[in-house]
């Protein structure tokens, strides 16, 4: 008998999404599957990259708000 998994997804920022969308032309689900690494090429790897850069500037926008509002 085997044990029954539930798939895990990612969740992805919507934002980041939205502006990917708005950059790139493309849809969301092409950019969704760029960012998991399903397509292959050459614009999807720059759609992740940016989509990490982007990742990395929102939290570190929401970290630096944190510690002002700590003050």
């Known amino acids: 008998m085997s044990k029954s998994k539930t798939k895990i997804y990612k969740s992805y920022d919507s ?9 790139y032309g493309v849809s969301k689900y092409y950019i969704r599957q760029s960012i998991n690494g399903t397509v292959k090429g050459l614009t999807p790897d720059i759609i992740k990259k940016d989509y990490s850069k982007m990742v990395k500037e929102n939290e570190t926008t929401v970290q630096n708000f944190i510690n002002k ?3």
Do not use: S, V
């Open 15 to 23: 934002n980041i999404l939205e502006a990917l969308f708005l950059k």
């Open 69 to 71: 509002t700590l003050e």
